[in-house]
């Protein structure tokens, strides 16, 4: 471990792991709590291989609260210690057998520290409500202070959701196979829309054209497939080597056949009814994820009365505070999780269909046909 500049060796008492690439270790040094520093273990700083070792190495390797450790690194700017390399140089469990080491969180910065009566009351800003009404001991502010924390809480409770719905299935397709499942399920379920060669299929918010590719190239589909997207550009729709191949293989078995009728189409621009009209003869939108465009999609598909099938991810709520839906009791609602937005999509037309895709992550699909076509 030549040219370090500093080692920083004391008794770990809290671990924060970030992601699967970083982690947070706070040390006592002589374990005095006045003394307390913070070592960070970046992987790309240390290495995976560090990283690993620390996390999930063998036990007698690895970093648990209350071992002690040497770590090597640098210190950084703001005071934190940038790890390079460490070692165990005491194990608590080895020293202290059958004990359990209590983890001791750092204590809030004195500007976060609030008195119970300046505390915000947490139905209130979740809600905009609060059961307790004259009764509640904490602070029911509005404002944007109030409106940023709202936002907040609802972000946090769309993330749990996802988490969730991740979880709930082991036998889920990898989330990175979405595009070809979504290619398929079309294929079944609007056979006639996507091989109809006078007719454009609209993939809104297509980004990097995988679904496209997927309908184009590895379906056949003989309608021409369109990407919109701001980002549709040459160097964004850059084909991996994979999808170079499976048009390569193409291109052989589809001898004689115009080459710009095999490939999907590109239009860098925001989805709207201007692009709708560009294109001409629609005979469906989709969108897999497509964001912001989630709601313009199914809009305009409706009001131009032509089939559509998306994938909605997130909900967008701050960019969109005008949402209103039936709630239960039929009410007036703001749609703020996941599953409102659905409702809330599904409320815009009658006999919108939703089914279940199968790959991890959100895979609900809200389909749409209008009446008599
Ligand atoms: C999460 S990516 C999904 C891309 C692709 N559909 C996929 O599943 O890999 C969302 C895409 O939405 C695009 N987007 C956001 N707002 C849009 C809009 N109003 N019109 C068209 N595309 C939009 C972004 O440029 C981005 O490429």
């Not at 001791?104 to 059961?131: L, Y």
Request: hydrophobic letters at 35%; proline letters at 5%; a positive charge.
């Amino acid at each position: 471990m030549a040219n370090l500049e500093e080692e920083l060796e004391g008794r770990v008492v809290h671990i924060r792991s970030v992601s699967a690439k970083m982690c947070f270790y706070d040390v006592l040094i002589d374990d005095n709590a006045s003394l307390r520093r913070t070592a960070l273990m970046k992987s790309w700083v240390c290495g995976t291989d560090t990283l690993e070792l620390a996390r999930k190495g063998r036990e007698e390797a690895r970093i648990h609260v209350g071992d002690k450790v040497r770590f090597e690194g640098r210190k950084e700017e703001g005071g934190v210690f940038e790890v390079v390399n460490f070692a165990v140089v005491a194990s608590f469990r080895k020293h202290n057998p059958g004990k359990t080491f209590t983890s001791i969180p750092p204590s809030p910065a004195p500007d976060q520290e609030e008195k119970k009566s300046e505390k915000q009351c947490k139905f209130w800003i979740s809600t905009g409500r609060c059961p307790r009404s004259g009764q509640c001991p904490y602070l029911h502010q509005d404002g944007p202070a109030k409106a940023a924390k709202m936002e907040f809480v609802r972000e946090k409770f769309n993330r749990r959701e996802a988490l969730q719905m991740a979880k709930e299935d082991h036998d889920l397709k990898s989330r990175h196979r979405r595009a070809s499942v979504f290619a398929s399920w079309l294929k079944e379920e609007f056979p006639d829309r996507l091989d109809d060669e006078s007719t454009a299929v609209v993939d809104v918010a297509g980004g990097k054209g995988e679904l496209a590719i997927e309908l184009k190239v590895r379906l056949r589909s003989r309608s021409k497939v369109v990407v919109v997207d701001p980002r549709a550009t040459a160097e964004v729709v850059r084909m991996s080597k994979w999808q170079r191949k499976m048009v390569r293989k193409m291109r052989e078995e589809e001898e004689g056949a115009e080459a710009a009728a095999l490939m999907p189409g590109r239009i860098g621009k925001m989805f709207g009814a201007d692009v709708m009209r560009e294109l001409g003869k629609v005979s469906l939108v989709v969108g897999l994820h497509p964001d912001e465009a989630t709601e313009a999609l199914v809009d305009v598909a409706v009001s131009a009365s032509v089939p559509f099938a998306v994938v909605p991810c997130c909900v967008f709520a701050r960019s969109f505070p005008g949402r209103r839906m039936r709630g239960d009791s039929d009410q007036e609602e703001e749609p703020r999780t996941y599953e409102e937005f659905c409702r809330y999509l599904g409320q815009k037309a009658e006999g919108v269909r939703e089914a279940r895709l199968g790959f991890r992550g959100r895979d609900k699909v809200l389909y749409w046909t209008p009446k008599g076509l």
